[in-house]
């Protein structure tokens, strides 16, 4: 009893030293899925949740910010599918708004596109604009690397296009 209560102890330690480490995946995650602090701050805690419910699955021989992306991603879509057509909101008190600065014109409409793309799509954009290799990519979201690079090239032109479109009108 005693040694199982040592093991879950030093489990939640570790646990909690490598979300600590790897806060920005979360953040980014968070932020490309939810826009109202409110929403982002349940979405981050419901990423914190299923990354702590599936702590016993990470196997330490792989990288741990491949798997934690993955976890939050998968979180972060079944979330944003759930209360995106639906939303329900509770007020959290006391809660911190994850930090931002204030957005410029072209950034705004930039993030407006971003959001109006499907949560693949959206995965795999945050991805690269995290530096994640297209391998990396492919292993997070569960699609082979020369797809992610053709899914790349047709996000990044669909984006293109329609950011000139609204940037000229």
Do not use: C
């Amino acid at each position: 009893m005693e040694q199982t209560l040592i093991s879950r102890n030093a489990n939640q330690t570790k646990f909690q030293a490598l979300v600590s480490q790897h806060e920005g995946i979360l953040y980014r995650v968070t932020n490309t899925y939810a826009t109202l602090p409110e929403d982002q701050q349940d979405l981050l805690q419901e990423i914190k949740i299923q990354l702590w419910k599936a702590f016993s699955n990470y196997d330490p021989a792989r990288s741990f910010s491949t798997w934690a992306y993955r976890v939050a991603l998968n979180t972060a879509i079944s979330w944003f599918r759930r209360y995106s057509t639906n939303p329900t909101f509770v007020e959290l008190t006391g809660a911190e708004p994850i930090p931002t600065s204030p957005p410029t014109d072209k950034a705004i409409i930039l993030r407006t596109l971003i959001d109006q793309l499907n949560p693949l799509d959206r995965a795999i954009l945050t991805l690269h604009l995290d530096d994640i290799t297209q391998s990396q990519i492919a292993e997070i979201v569960g699609i082979s690397p020369g797809n992610v690079a053709t899914k790349l090239s047709r996000i990044k032109a669909k984006l293109r296009t329609q950011f000139e479109s609204k940037e000229t009108n």
